[in-house]
């Protein structure tokens, strides 16, 4: 079952502008993935928040979590071209099954140049 | 050094037919897994290897999936009597020993049953 849910399902943007993606998820986590998806293939690992972490940034990349709301953003600054994919928020539940990730169905970001 | 490779990249096979998508991990990665992910969706968890037993294959649908790693490191996931509703993307991921570490997932194998 999904579980990260993610918001908006598509945002278009122009390169240059920031983009800003937010998840909600239900359960108790160990930590918070984002992960990029060219073209319905492979993902790639961006940034992990964990649980008792509030902020993350990685280059263009702003990762916040808030454990009370069950909610996370992902903000791509300056954005480029070469920034359209799909991105994906997952979860790693603190309990027990703490090995698989629980994705959401992902944000489809378009940057036009 | 290589990432996570999976073999064939697309496969295209007739409804009740048998197929086997093929995993190499990092070298040196233990800990290894497989998704689905159907189009529009978020890949879904499959099965999870520690070494060469799975530690939970709560996730194959049902008893046509199986997958196997005999010596701990080449993952085979199997499907028997493939079905229409099998055609998705089938990705394999692997991590180093401990459960929190990053999973790095491969390419992908593109299944279409006909």
């Known amino acids: 079952s999904q579980q990260g849910e993610e918001d908006p399902q598509a945002l278009s943007i122009q390169e240059g502008e920031n983009a800003t993606m937010n998840c909600s998820y239900k359960?108790?986590?160990?930590?918070l993935q984002w992960y990029r998806q060219n073209s319905g293939r492979g993902l790639v690992h961006l940034i992990l928040i964990r649980s008792n972490e509030r902020e993350k940034h990685s280059g263009r990349l702003r990762v916040t979590l808030d454990t009370s709301k069950k909610s996370s953003s992902l903000l791509i600054t300056a954005s480029r071209a070469a920034d359209t994919a799909s991105y994906f928020c997952a979860t790693r539940n603190s309990g027990g099954s703490n090995y698989k990730l629980t994705f959401g169905k992902g944000t489809l970001l378009t940057v036009n140049p | 050094g290589a990432g996570v490779s999976q073999t064939p990249s697309n496969k295209v096979t007739e409804k009740g037919k048998y197929v086997e998508l093929r995993c190499d991990p990092i070298?040196?990665?233990?800990?290894l897994y497989w998704y689905r992910q159907s189009l529009g969706q978020g890949p879904e968890f499959l099965i999870y290897f520690q070494g060469t037993g799975a530690a939970d294959d709560s996730g194959l649908p049902n008893d046509r999936f199986f997958a196997v790693r005999p010596e701990g490191s080449v993952s085979t996931l199997k499907i028997q009597r493939t079905e229409r509703g099998d055609s998705a993307v089938y990705l394999c991921a692997s991590s180093l020993g401990s459960v929190l570490e990053t999973q790095y997932f491969g390419p992908g194998t593109r299944l279409l049953v006909l």
């Open positions: 070298s040196g990665h233990t800990a």
């Open positions: 359960t108790s986590i160990n930590n």
